[in-house]
């Protein structure tokens, strides 16, 4: 069964840090594009940071550069995004996909999503 599935949310207030972890099971992630996305009430899903294990590549939404890193271990099957300096703002679900994206920041290049972590930065 392929499955990935996402952890490490939580409560943080602002100014502070968090990890999400995005581990794959039933694929390898080598061979594909990963995203981080994020839904918040009321808006629409948005992409904060893809890579393309194989190329390398990598995007960063404007709102989280030089706050957000994308990085993986490739004996955990796992890709994380580690989250500093978090604004009220940040505040969302995330969600992990997986797939063969041709535009790392189109959803509709992922085929492979998880179930969500919820982030809240509240004081």
């Known amino acids: 069964q392929l499955q990935l599935v996402e952890s490490g949310g939580g409560l943080v207030q602002p100014g502070g840090s968090l990890r999400l972890s995005c581990k794959a099971s039933?694929?390898?992630?080598?061979?594909?594009?990963i995203g981080w996305f994020r839904q918040a009430p009321g808006k629409e899903r948005e992409a904060v940071s893809c890579i393309r294990l194989s190329g390398g590549d990598t995007y960063y939404a404007d709102s989280v550069k030089g706050r957000f890193t994308i990085s993986r271990d490739n004996a955990k099957n796992t890709v994380y995004l580690q989250m500093n300096r978090l604004k009220p703002e940040d505040t969302a679900v995330y969600y992990c996909?997986?797939?063969?994206?041709?535009?790392?920041?189109?959803?509709?290049?992922?085929?492979?999503w998880g179930q969500g972590t919820q982030v809240t930065v509240s004081s």
């Open positions: 039933g694929f390898t992630l080598d061979n594909y594009a």
């Open positions: 996909a997986a797939g063969y994206a041709v535009v790392l920041t189109s959803d509709k290049g992922y085929a492979y």
